[in-house]
Nanobody, 125 residues
Framework: QVHLVESGGGLVQPGESLRLSCAAS????????MGWFRQAPGKEREFVAA????????SYANSVKGRFTISRVNAKNTVYVQMNSLKPEDTAVYYC??????????????????WGQGTQVTVSS
């Protein structure tokens, strides 16, 4: 079992930045590839970014590429997503997730075995 807790959400204005953190406990964190997803009201949960177990490989949704950066520190059992140039359409609940997989299906919600409870990000003027 892996327990994930997100933090760092909040209310920001368009163009500002936020860094979300996801702290993991339980099984060996470095065995897991990690992903960030988000879900806006009335919409399906969607892929944001993913990072391999070593941190050597990252992937991003087209909508956030160039603005968001995913990273991890295995010694701290933590994965981050730095979100810059935030837009109102980035408003959502953001979730981190863990998978023992790590193949080409990193963008699929059903690829992940463990999920956090989510943290709200609101971008509004």
């Amino acid at each position: 079992q892996v327990h994930l807790v997100e933090s760092g959400g909040g209310l920001v204005q368009p163009g500002e930045s936020l860094r979300l953190s996801c702290a993991a406990s339980g099984r060996t964190f470095s065995n897991y590839a990690m992903g960030w997803f988000r879900q806006a009201p009335g919409k399906e949960r969607e892929f944001v970014a993913a990072i391999s177990w070593s941190g050597g490989s990252t992937s991003y949704a087209n909508s956030v590429k160039g603005r968001f950066t995913i990273s991890r520190v295995n010694a701290k059992n933590t994965v981050y997503v730095q979100m810059n140039s935030l837009k109102p359409e980035d408003t959502a609940v953001y979730y981190c997730a863990a998978t023992l997989g790590g193949g080409s299906s990193y963008y699929r919600t059903d690829e992940y075995q463990y999920w956090g409870q989510g943290t709200q990000v609101t971008v509004s003027s």
